[in-house]
């Protein structure tokens, strides 16, 4: 999923896998680690389909 959140100068995005959600905050864990987002900060949010598989090289 992506998560569009209000920051300090602006908006940022976070891209990965819904963790946890409860009345206060919801948890993203993204590549590089969980992110946790207020939920008032949170602009959009939306289910993006997984990345589609590498193709093997052509020889």
Do not use: F, N, W
Not at 27 to 38: E, F, G, K, L
């Amino acid at each position: 999923m992506v998560v569009r959140y209000r920051i300090e100068g602006g908006l940022t995005d976070a891209l990965g896998h819904l963790v946890s959600c409860d009345a206060g905050d919801c948890t993203v864990r993204t590549r590089q680690a969980d992110v946790v987002i207020p939920l008032a900060a949170v602009v959009a949010a939306k289910e993006v389909p997984p990345a589609p598989e590498r193709r093997r090289p052509r020889t």
